[in-house]
């Protein structure tokens, strides 16, 4: 065995056992060419000894720092739960190239409760707001397929010729601005929910159908 194993061979069943550096260094020797026959014949001693007097019986447990063992009987350190674990959900919307429609409309700032004209586009299911329609960068992003749409023609305090777009952070008031607004405004609801609209639609229907028969039954 070479001065270099011997070294190794020490030091390796010095950490099994648990002795420290100070340990290995007092035991650890400089070797010369005078003594090198009788450090052998000693050192291949103790590590027979070493050896011999580690069983299955015995076996150390390390702990979970390195360099650090218990014995069999000892409890084991509790160790800290492992931190939770984080999966992130991706959904894929693909953004219909059609435009539904495009124009200008008014939008309700409640900052400072004014009223500003917005250029809008609807490409199913979100609706892009820029600030003009030379603006290149979308000011806002509404998704419908989570927003409800809020229109009343009954309620007299609601502005006329607007609607709500609700989603779950905020509320947009919208407003006509076009020369014939109840027309407009019927197209940019189509725009947005058809179904809406053609309940809406049919609703007015019926109350023109209904005036309409009492205004003759009147003249008779």
């Known amino acids: 065995m070479t001065e270099r194993e011997r070294y190794l061979a ?5 950490l099994i ?7 290995i260094s007092e035991t650890s020797t400089v070797f010369n060419g005078n003594h090198e026959s009788e450090m052998e014949s000693s050192d291949i001693t103790d590590v027979s000894s070493m050896t011999s007097s580690l069983s299955p019986s015995s076996a150390l447990l390390p702990d979970t720092h390195p360099g650090v063992v218990r014995g069999p009987n000892e409890p084991r350190a509790a160790q800290p739960p492992s931190p939770p674990l984080f999966c992130a959900e991706l959904e894929e919307i693909r953004v219909s190239p059609a435009v539904s429609r495009r124009g200008p409309l008014q939008v309700y700032e409640e900052h400072t409760q004014t009223w500003l004209k917005r250029w809008l586009v609807v490409r199913r299911p979100y609706v892009f707001v820029y600030r003009d329609a030379k603006d290149s960068v979308e000011r ?4 419908l397929a989570r927003s409800q749409i809020e229109y009343s023609d009954e309620d007299p305090h609601d502005t006329p010729h607007s609607f709500r777009v609700v989603t779950q952070h905020r509320t947009y008031l919208l407003r006509s601005v076009a020369k014939e607004p109840a027309s407009d ?10 179904l809406l609209a053609g309940q809406i639609r049919s609703t007015q229907s019926r109350r023109r159908h209904i005036s309409g028969g009492r205004s003759l039954s ?3």
């Open 10 to 14: 020490k030091k390796y069943i010095s």
């Open 17 to 23: 056992l648990g002795r420290t550096e100070k340990d």
């Open 140 to 143: 806002s992003l509404i998704n």
């Open 185 to 194: 405004l019927y197209e940019w609801l189509y725009a947005m929910n058809p």
């Open 218 to 220: 009147v003249c008779h």
